[in-house]
């Protein structure tokens, strides 16, 4: 078997495990497919995995009870990590609502090989954006257990980078996390 140092050599760069959490309509998934891009675009090898697109696949079947969550999070990790043992950048976009599910995600990676990134947006500005309509179903009551409505989410206590979409734009927001990824330019 070919070792993650080698492809990372060949790649001409570290792998490395991004974990998008906030509420739905927060950016996670626009950051990430956004950030690919730029990242695809500088020679670096990656990969989004989006929450939704897991759950219609892979994931499909699992509800939103506490154990389903924490096994889409499971499925999604070892995914994650099959592409970090190619040395690929992996953006993994997803709420995962709870700190003990996203700290059970966390020790699946080593430190170094992994960063937790908070898109921060208060519930009431996901609200009004709603892209996907998600909250008006929510309060209308036909998406039971809907995280920020009826579903906690808890924010992480200590995310390596947390990026704030109420305040930045979404070109500030995408130059934080390359930033963040391969340094300044």
């Not at 599910?101 to 699946?108: D, F, G, N, Q």
Request: a negative charge; aromatic letters at 8%; proline letters at 4%.
């Amino acid at each position: 078997m070919i070792e993650r140092t080698e492809w990372e050599k060949r790649n001409g760069h570290r792998g490395k495990v991004l974990w998008f959490t906030g509420l739905s309509g927060a950016g996670k998934s626009t950051l990430a497919a956004t950030a690919e891009k730029e990242l695809f675009d500088r020679g670096i090898r990656c990969v989004v995995l989006d929450g939704d697109q897991l759950r219609s696949g892979i994931n499909r079947g699992l509800g939103f009870t506490d154990e389903d969550r924490q096994e889409n999070l499971r499925r999604a990790s070892e995914i994650a990590a099959l592409f970090l043992n190619v040395g690929f950048v992996v953006l993994v976009a997803m709420i995962s609502p709870s700190a003990q599910a996203r700290s059970l995600v966390r020790r699946r990676f080593a430190p170094e090989e992994y960063a937790e990134v908070y898109v921060k947006c208060p519930v009431d500005v996901c609200e009004r954006r709603d892209p996907k309509g998600l909250y008006r179903k929510a309060r209308a009551g036909l998406i039971p257990q809907f995280t920020g409505i009826d579903s906690v989410y808890e924010p992480p206590a200590e995310a390596e980078l947390t990026i704030d979409t109420e305040s930045f734009s979404e070109k500030e927001s995408i130059g934080l996390l390359v930033d963040y990824i391969i340094g300044p330019q």
